[in-house]
């Protein structure tokens, strides 16, 4: 495995008025590799990716991508990285192929036509390129939103439930088609997800956090063993039920 670290936080903490959303949280992603990021909802998943990609400041704790500040050198960094979240939509007024264009305008894409289209037919959708973005179900813009991620050559993605909106049969085209261009380019890739099956098919570790709070880290296999548990749902259900895997 790569030993050099894109990711690095370390006692990572986050304070709004009535709760402190992260507390010590310390993990970090090599190139290469993806991690995962559990927990049940409201662990604060999604205020650490936010911190990552510089939207939020942390109340304390050091946090770097490519060992600069995702604050003072957010511009820097994004060149570099993607971010895709089954959550977050694309101008839904504009063709497929109009919000690629956009967003390859917005990362300077040379050739971007021809980028445009091999990412259409990579993920299925040559197709659907002239259709309104509104009009597609929610996997097809889920699958959008991944072919956006593709177009600036990114080292480091994060991925925010990619297959949440997909049937079983694209999930797995989804699943696979990632894992190979993480193979080919060497990509780094933090991971969240609700399907413990899927995060067990593609990721090389595990990091569970609950309340804010790190509960436990490692390969799938080491935390199912540490733990005493048939699959990472158990391990998920103990953390949410009980807060500790124990």
Partial sequence: MPSDKIISVANLCKDYPDTRALDQVSFSLKKGEILALLGPNGAGKTTAIHILLGLLAPTSGEVSVFGLSPLKDRHAISKRLNFSSAYVQLPSNLKVSENLKVFSMIYCVKDSRRKITALLDLFEMGHLKNRVTGALSSGEKTRLNL????????????????????????????????????????????????????????????????????????????????????????????????GKTE
């Fill in 147 to 242: 072919a956006k991620c593709f177009l600036n050559d990114p080292e480091l993605l994060l991925l925010d439930e990619p297959t949440a909106s997909l049937d079983p049969d694209m999930a797995d085209t989804v699943r696979k088609t990632l894992k190979k261009i993480q193979k080919e380019r060497n990509l780094g890739i933090l991971y969240t997800s609700h399907n413990m099956a899927e995060v067990e098919e593609i990721c090389d570790r595990v990091h569970f956090i609950h309340e804010g709070k790190s509960i436990a880290e490692g390969s799938p296999e080491a935390v199912l063993k540490n733990y005493a548990s048939l699959s990472l749902e158990e391990v998920f259900i103990k953390i949410a039920r009980k």
